[in-house]
């Protein structure tokens, strides 16, 4: 992960140790031992079970949350390596306006099924349209939902509601400066 510090290694410092994470605004201070993988501590820790568990390996993009605001699957990043970083989960992620547009259009056209992939694609897909303003492509939202499995509806639905969320994200911006 960039800008993560090294996952902790060899056999010194075993036991948890206490570990300052801001989730969503509030800082916690929680034991991890040096294994303990960050979707862990947010799931069963904090009991933010809004993000998912699908492959655990890094590569269906359904835990991911945000740290210092990119996107992280968090099945693969311990939770020490996450000291003092502002990590967002989808509960803060889909009060922000380019979370809610964005969850809103999932639904409006059709990119919701099972929904088991769907915090994932509303956190990254919220990064994008933060970083962006809303100016994307459609090439460059498939691009950044590319970490991000679903298993249920393709992806078409899913793709038209992201361009839907960052037309309207922007054009929302728009209004609010003129
Ligand atoms: S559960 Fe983390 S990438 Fe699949
Ligand atoms: S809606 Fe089921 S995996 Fe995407």
Redesign the pocket.
């Known amino acids: 992960m960039s800008g993560l510090p090294n996952a902790p290694s060899g056999s010194r410092d075993l036991v948890p140790r206490a570990t300052t994470l801001v989730v969503n605004g509030t800082a916690h201070v929680l034991d991890a031992a040096p294994d303990t993988l960050l979707v862990d501590t947010l799931r069963t820790g904090l009991g933010l079970t809004g993000t998912k568990v699908g492959c655990g390996t890094g590569d269906c993009g359904a835990c991911t949350v945000l740290v210092d605001d990119e996107p992280v699957c968090s099945c693969i990043v311990f939770t020490r390596q996450c000291e003092g970083r502002r990590i967002r989960t989808v509960e803060d992620v889909v009060t922000t306006p380019a979370g809610r547009a964005t969850s809103e259009a999932l639904v409006a056209c059709g990119g ?7 915090p994932g694609i509303v956190v990254s897909a919220t990064a994008l349209l933060e970083h962006s303003g809303g100016e994307v492509s459609r090439d460059q939202v498939k691009g950044a939902l590319a970490g991000n ?5 393709g992806y078409i639905g899913i793709t038209d509601g992201v361009c839907q969320a960052a037309q309207r994200f922007r054009d929302d911006a728009k209004a609010r400066t003129s």
């Not at 919701?112 to 769907?118: A, E, H, P, W």
């Not at 499995?149 to 509806?153: K, V």
């Open positions: 919701v099924q099972c929904g088991i992939c769907t499995i679903c298993r249920c509806t």
